[in-house]
């Protein structure tokens, strides 16, 4: 199997994963990491530089988690579960990921998400 291949079924699984372990409480109205994970999938290829622009895939789940994260504690939750993701992908470039609200025309703003970002830093300014 191609390296290239082994990092795409990797990225593919860790996905998954995230998705299956799901982030908040039952009956809670923060954002799911299940749901920011699938918002967010199309954009891998993007945030990977696999791909020159966001997919209009991914811009669509960037809108959804947009709307969806409408307090601090949501935009903080949102951000843990993206930075969970980036922790099992390859090549991820940060300020690809700060740069997909701009190039898919939506009016937030992300950080550049690392595996090593505060996301207790988040306040009003993103978003």
Same mark, same amino acid.
């Given at each position: 199997?191609?390296?290239?291949?082994?990092?795409?079924?990797?990225?593919?699984?860790?996905?998954?994963?995230?998705?299956?372990?799901?982030?908040?409480?039952?009956?809670?109205? #923060?954002?799911? +990491?299940?749901?920011?994970? &699938?918002?967010?999938?199309?954009?891998?290829?993007?945030?990977?530089? /696999?791909? %020159?622009?966001?997919?209009?895939?991914?811009?669509?789940?960037?809108?959804?988690?947009?709307?969806?994260?409408?307090?601090?504690?949501?935009? #903080?939750?949102? +951000?843990?579960?993206?930075? &969970?993701?980036?922790?099992?992908?390859?090549?991820?470039?940060?300020? /690809?990921? %700060?740069?997909?609200?701009?190039?898919?025309?939506?009016?937030?703003?992300?950080?550049?998400?690392?595996?090593?970002?505060?996301?207790?830093?988040?306040?009003?300014?993103?978003?």
């Amino acid at each position: 199997m191609s390296t290239k291949r082994v990092k795409v079924v990797a990225v593919a699984v860790s996905l998954l994963m995230l998705i299956q372990v799901g982030w908040s409480q039952e009956g809670s109205s #923060q954002p799911q +990491c299940n749901q920011v994970v &699938q918002q967010l999938t199309p954009c891998v290829q993007y945030v990977t530089g /696999r791909e %020159s622009k966001p997919s209009d895939a991914c811009c669509n789940g960037a809108k959804q988690l947009a709307a969806s994260a409408k307090t601090t504690k949501d935009r #903080q939750t949102a +951000c843990s579960c993206i930075k &969970q993701a980036v922790g099992g992908l390859p090549n991820v470039d940060p300020s /690809r990921i %700060s740069s997909v609200p701009k190039e898919c025309n939506i009016d937030f703003s992300l950080p550049p998400i690392t595996r090593d970002f505060d996301c207790s830093t988040i306040k009003a300014m993103y978003w």
